[in-house]
């Protein structure tokens, strides 16, 4: 299994307060990605990174923010967590430079539970 | 819109059945790919495939790209292969659309 670690792994909070989440991966994967799943819904991209630095928006990027200072870590951060920010947060990599087809594979993060009260 | 149809999204099944779910897909791909997530969350890489057919143990993928189609077959179903299912297209920029998965049960 690819070395994907989140933190923290539940969290409740209040609207209205900043929550980051961590994703740490020992792969040395060139892209991260940050996932919300949702009943009724597949998982959906917030955003994704493809190096340090580099990042981009997903199709559900509003209110959220990140991060990715070092090639291990991606943080997302909600700057002020409403109650329709309740999902369960998802953290996956993945590496197409590697010159074989299953490493395009996605592997995933045990998942973040978070709920705005 | 949903660019990845699954069906059936819900699947109940016999111990011992033949168990086929399957993907469609309205985007040009490079690759797809099926996810396993246990009762528990945590989800599993699967199969990724471009072409053609992959087999490993009782599990078999399958893709036609010109009908944009692909089936995820389990042979001799088992309690312990219940779970949600998802299928998942990798498009241009190595994003990934998924599909809402399907729920199976293997009933003893």
């Known amino acids: 299994d690819a070395g994907i670690t989140q933190s923290p792994r539940h969290k409740v909070t209040e609207t209205g307060t900043p929550v980051t989440l961590r994703c740490h991966q020992t792969?040395?994967?060139?892209?991260m990605y940050w996932y919300r799943q949702d009943p009724g819904h597949g998982l959906r991209l917030i955003h994704y990174?493809?190096?340090?630095?580099?990042?981009d928006k997903g199709e559900v990027s509003d209110g959220y923010s990140v991060s990715r200072s070092k090639t291990e870590d991606f943080l997302l951060t909600l700057e002020s967590a409403t109650s329709s920010q309740t999902s369960v947060y998802f953290c996956a990599i993945s590496d197409p430079t590697r010159g074989r087809v299953n490493y395009n594979e996605q592997f995933f993060g045990p998942g973040t539970r978070l709920t705005v009260l | 819109k949903n660019e990845v149809e699954q069906s059936p999204q819900n699947l109940t099944a016999q111990e011992g059945e033949f168990i086929t779910i399957n993907c469609s897909y309205s985007v040009g791909i490079s690759a797809l790919h099926w996810l396993q997530q246990h009762p528990g969350g945590g989800i599993v890489s699967l199969f990724m495939l471009s072409s053609g057919k992959k087999k490993h143990g009782r599990l078999i993928a399958t893709i036609n790209i010109q009908e944009k189609h692909s089936s995820l077959h389990i042979t001799a179903s088992h309690p312990r292969d219940s779970a949600v299912y998802i299928c998942a297209v990798r498009v241009t920029g190595n994003q990934f659309y998924f599909g809402t998965g399907t729920s199976l049960t293997v009933i003893p």
């Open positions: 990174s493809y190096g340090v630095k580099d990042t």
């Open positions: 792969e040395n994967h060139r892209y």
